[in-house]
């Protein structure tokens, strides 16, 4: 168990609505990662952070915005959801980089 | 960039048999890093192994090998005496030099039947 929580498990919204997902860890883990998964594209990157306020866009970033306060918390926001961002999305923490990564639970996001 | 292939969408096998799965990357980089994670109906997604690039010796955990070969850059999972809770979906995924991400293959749908 990494210790990984996601917040809100599920969430259903409607386009043009911001929308934050939040992600702890107890572990003060460095590294911490957001992904989403679609179906056919296994987990995709969308931003990761390598420490308290370093972050760095991965492969999916476009309309995604993140922050990392704490070194416990990090957290996912779309400013404004649209329907291609209905998916489930995944927090991840990696004890060095480089090194395997661990998942917490997933939050589904349904847009409407 | 990398990119990671599973072309085995589906796979089935009897209970108590062994089977592989399949996956090829593609990469430039001489060091990285090549894991299976395995996902339950639950959701959650569980390291099965890890093996690094500049390592020749294939992993092993348990059930759970790898057919690690490089040039080929080929990186099978080979499960023994499977189980029914060894059905799940299941992702390849290539860890990249500087560390900072991974990329998954599409995934394979593994059904084990008793």
């Known amino acids: 168990d990494a210790g990984i929580t996601q917040s809100p498990r599920h969430k259903v919204t409607e386009t043009g609505t911001p929308v934050t997902l939040r992600c702890h860890q107890t572990?003060?883990?460095?590294?911490m990662y957001w992904y989403r998964q679609d179906p056919g594209h296994g987990l995709r990157l969308i931003h990761y952070?390598?420490?308290?306020?370093?972050?760095d866009k991965g492969e999916v970033s476009d309309g995604y915005s993140v922050s990392r306060s704490k070194t416990e918390d990090f957290l996912l926001t779309l400013e404004s959801a649209t329907s291609s961002q209905t998916s489930v999305y995944f927090c991840?923490?990696?004890?060095?980089?480089?090194?395997?990564?661990?998942f917490g639970p997933g939050t589904r996001l349904t847009v409407t | 960039a990398q990119t990671v292939t599973q072309s085995q969408p589906e796979m089935s096998v009897q209970e108590a048999e062994t089977v592989t799965l399949s996956c090829t990357y593609d990469?430039?980089?001489?060091?990285?890093?090549l894991f299976w994670y395995k996902q339950p109906p639950s959701r959650q997604m569980i390291l099965v192994i890890r093996?690094?690039?500049?390592?020749?010796q294939n992993a092993t955990e348990n059930r759970f090998s790898v057919n690690f070969q490089k040039a080929a850059k080929s990186f099978s999972l080979k499960i023994s005496d499977s189980q029914l809770g060894d059905a799940a979906m299941y992702f390849c995924?290539?860890?990249?030099?500087?560390?900072?991400?991974?990329?998954f293959g599409g995934g394979t749908r593994l059904m084990v039947k008793p």
């Open positions: 572990e003060n883990h460095r590294y």
């Open positions: 093996q690094e690039a500049y390592k020749q």
């Open positions: 995924a290539y860890g990249n030099n500087a560390g900072n991400m991974l990329t």
């Open positions: 990469t430039s980089e001489s060091d990285y890093y």
């Open positions: 952070s390598y420490g308290v306020k370093d972050t």
């Open positions: 991840a923490i990696s004890v060095t980089s480089g090194y395997e990564q661990y």
